[in-house]
């Protein structure tokens, strides 16, 4: 989740209704400066005892910032504390209990990414061994309660937990106990932007049941493969789900906003602190009949935040985020931006993806997504088969727009061989949750906590 800086007080107020297109128009894009932005998260834990790090104890979470600084990290602070750090490969920051995460810098091409990758997991892991604190990719905690978990020291995570209960049984679950890995990709116009987020909805619950990496909850099997992805459907139903609107004729921009001013508010952000604004109307804050900021408009930034605190499985800002993918280890998090920029970073490819979903109906999508976290490559596609059966097609998809795009890195190869996991899970026919469920079953003899001994990283 993202972190601010400044309050941006001095800015602008929102004079019109218009204003509010301005930060997805503005991300419209040339081609060649398109760019790659991934994210991913990580649990931390003690590799004493495998409990969650607090932020302040001895070898905890505050001690791993400062540690990351020795490597060129500026600090970022909320109240006096240190809970996010800046540097060139973009920002590390905190989950609401700890979970560490890179949103990387905006880069041309996945090897850049996946070096990124390298680079932050290597110091991390260099931290980890001389503070005694190892790091997970699965995409939820496989063994603890909600309650064993630690609290970051972040003003809008004390607003969204006091919040979330309200709304939905998970969202705690959700804050508390998961992990991702994203990737978030340009556009070169409104029309372009439209496209690209049809085929990236529709296909979404493809990419959750190639990741899907959460089938444990509290020591057990929990019945899933992507609890991750089960959580959201019930976390807030006001701001989660496939968005039906983005595939009605006339979608664009001013859809969208209208979609985000139905959306309740969190925050406001202002003198560097968080007011707590949860569950009140943007629309009242246009007109400066917002209670807890009487008389006041928003600025661009406030709206910036807002676009920030909805959930659907691909989030438009000023790019487009792809948000359904269970965090996972180095090959996933470089798998997950080559699935996603080889289906829509080439125009070939883009059409021939959105040619395979264009005639999905919405209440197949709907049903697709309800079943995924539990079924899927075997969950149903509109039309009849399964998801198993168009996985190697889109693929093969992704690749061609790869192989178009030409980036080579320095021994001559493209980027279509980060897809080789992906290939892997598809011919295999077991996506990573099954895999962790066999070694449970098998090796492990029912005990969880084997999943530490795995190499995560």
Request: glycine share 10%; net charge negative.
């Amino acid at each position: 989740m993202s972190t601010r800086q400044v309050s941006d007080r001095n800015e602008p107020v929102i004079e019109r209704r218009e204003d509010l297109v301005v930060p997805m128009a503005k991300g419209e894009k040339p081609r060649e400066n398109w760019r790659i932005g991934t994210e991913h998260e990580k649990l931390v834990y003690a590799l004493s005892d495998h409990h969650a790090p607090s932020y302040d104890e001895k070898g905890g979470i505050l001690d791993l910032l400062v540690a990351l600084q020795d490597y060129g990290w500026e600090p970022i602070l909320e109240g006096g504390k240190i809970i996010a750090l800046s540097g060139v490969d973009g920002n590390v920051s905190l989950e609401p209990a700890g979970q560490l995460e890179l949103s990387g810098a905006p880069l041309e091409n996945l090897h850049q990414t996946c070096a990124e990758t390298g680079r932050h997991l290597a110091q991390v892991k260099e931290i980890g061994e001389k503070f005694g604190i190892g790091f997970l990719g699965l995409g939820m905690w496989p063994d603890k309660t909600r309650e064993e978990l630690p609290i970051m020291p972040k003003g809008r995570y004390e607003i969204m937990l006091r919040h979330m209960p309200r709304v939905g049984s998970m969202g705690l679950d959700m804050m508390l106990r998961t992990c991702t890995i994203q990737t978030n990709l340009d556009y070169s116009s409104e029309a372009d932007m439209v496209q690209k987020f049809r085929v990236s909805l529709a296909l979404q619950p493809l990419a959750t049941a190639l990741f899907a990496n959460s089938p444990f909850t509290e020591g057990k099997p929990n019945g899933m493969l992507s609890y991750r992805s089960h959580i959201w459907s019930d976390t807030d139903p006001a701001r989660t789900g496939m968005l039906p609107f983005v595939f009605e004729d006339g979608f664009g921009y001013e859809r969208y906003v209208d979609y985000m001013l139905d959306v309740p508010m969190y925050f406001v952000y202002r003198d560097g602190k968080y007011i707590d604004a949860a569950g009140l109307n943007f629309r009242d804050f246009l007109d400066g009949k917002l209670s807890v900021l009487p008389g006041e408009k928003p600025t661009l930034s406030d709206w910036n935040d807002h676009l920030s605190t909805a959930f659907p499985e691909v989030r438009l800002k000023s790019f487009l985020e792809m948000r359904g993918a269970d965090g996972g280890p180095w090959s996933k998090i470089c798998a997950l931006p080559a699935f996603w920029v080889g289906l829509l970073y080439d125009q070939g490819a883009l059409d021939a993806a959105w040619n395979l979903v264009k005639d999905w109906d919405m209440e197949g999508r709907e049903k697709l997504r309800a079943s995924v976290p539990k079924l899927a490559l075997d969950a149903p596609i509109p039309g009849g088969g399964t998801l198993r059966d168009i996985a190697a097609e889109v693929l093969a998809i992704s690749r061609s727009g790869l192989n178009a795009r030409g980036k080579l890195n320095a021994a001559g190869d493209n980027e279509s061989g980060y897809l080789g996991p992906l290939d892997d899970i598809v011919a295999s026919g077991k996506v990573p949750a099954q895999r962790l469920l066999d070694r449970f079953h098998g090796e492990w003899g029912g005990d969880v906590s084997r999943v530490y001994e795995e190499k995560s990283f």
